[in-house]
């Protein structure tokens, strides 16, 4: 399934890199999801990306963490694990944009672009499972333990969505991170009591 998704993502975002049309069509665009209700929007600027680096990172983030999410998912519920990850990535996509909807609903100025928020909420999603799992960002050169990275990309998030400084939607980051922490809770509570123990453990607590 991530495959597919990657796969769906890389095809349409390629064709709207030269087709202005497609592009305008499918972006967010909360000035016109209100006043049009054009509320496929909501859904559809996630095919899209502002560039083949965009492009990439999102989708090699979403190949390396989406299949530990989807193992997760199918050793808890079996086949219907891909079920709830397709909710998962679905959901989180129109989730992580409604802040910024409320936001701009009434600025036909704003646009946005890209699975940034879905991706986060893969990520998110995958630490519950993982959360003392080691993530490496460029240039650091060891890992971070993943729970450690959840609350650092939180704060980071939330403080940069609030300076406005520049282009990337951080509120997009942050919201889709806690739809995916809240949506996996939701689905299945013991995953919060498991991402306690572990945490417990790794700290000899």
Request: proline residues 4%; positive net charge; charged residues 10%.
């Given at each position: 399934?991530?495959?597919?998704?990657?796969?769906?993502?890389?095809?349409?975002?390629?064709?709207?890199?030269?087709?202005?049309?497609?592009?305008?069509?499918?972006?967010?665009?909360?000035?016109?999801?209100?006043?049009?209700?054009?509320?496929?929007?909501?859904?559809?600027?996630?095919?899209?990306?502002?560039?083949?680096?965009?492009?990439?990172?999102?989708?090699?983030?979403?190949?390396?963490?989406?299949?530990?999410?989807?193992?997760a998912?199918?050793?808890?519920?079996?086949?219907?694990?891909?079920?709830?990850?397709?909710?998962?990535?679905i959901g989180s996509?129109?989730?992580?944009?409604?802040?910024?909807?409320?936001?701009?609903?009434d600025?036909p100025?704003?646009?946005?672009?890209?699975?940034?928020?879905?991706?986060?909420?893969?990520?998110?999603?995958?630490?519950?499972?993982?959360?003392?799992?080691?993530?490496?960002?460029?240039?650091?050169?060891?890992?971070?333990?993943?729970?450690?990275?959840?609350?650092?990309?939180?704060?980071?998030?939330?403080y940069?969505?609030k300076?406005?400084?520049?282009?990337?939607?951080?509120?997009?980051?942050?919201w889709?991170?806690?739809?995916?922490?809240?949506?996996?809770?939701?689905?299945?509570?013991?995953?919060?009591?498991?991402?306690?123990?572990q945490?417990?453990?790794?700290?000899?607590?």
């Amino acid at each position: 399934m991530v495959l597919i998704i990657i796969v769906i993502t890389s095809i349409i975002s390629i064709i709207a890199f030269t087709n202005a049309d497609l592009f305008y069509r499918f972006r967010f665009n909360p000035f016109l999801v209100k006043h049009s209700k054009q509320w496929h929007r909501f859904f559809t600027y996630a095919l899209l990306h502002a560039g083949a680096m965009h492009l990439i990172i999102n989708m090699f983030v979403l190949y390396s963490f989406g299949e530990v999410v989807i193992k997760a998912y199918t050793s808890l519920f079996g086949i219907r694990g891909y079920y709830y990850f397709a909710l998962l990535y679905i959901g989180s996509v129109m989730m992580s944009v409604l802040p910024s909807f409320g936001k701009h609903k009434d600025d036909p100025g704003y646009n946005a672009v890209g699975a940034s928020g879905a991706v986060s909420a893969v990520v998110f999603a995958s630490i519950l499972f993982v959360p003392t799992g080691r993530i490496t960002i460029f240039p650091i050169p060891f890992g971070i333990p993943a729970f450690i990275f959840g609350i650092l990309y939180l704060v980071y998030s939330a403080y940069m969505s609030k300076r406005g400084k520049d282009n990337i939607g951080h509120d997009a980051h942050f919201w889709g991170a806690v739809f995916g922490v809240i949506y996996t809770i939701a689905i299945k509570p013991r995953i919060f009591l498991y991402f306690i123990d572990q945490i417990k453990t790794f700290l000899n607590f």
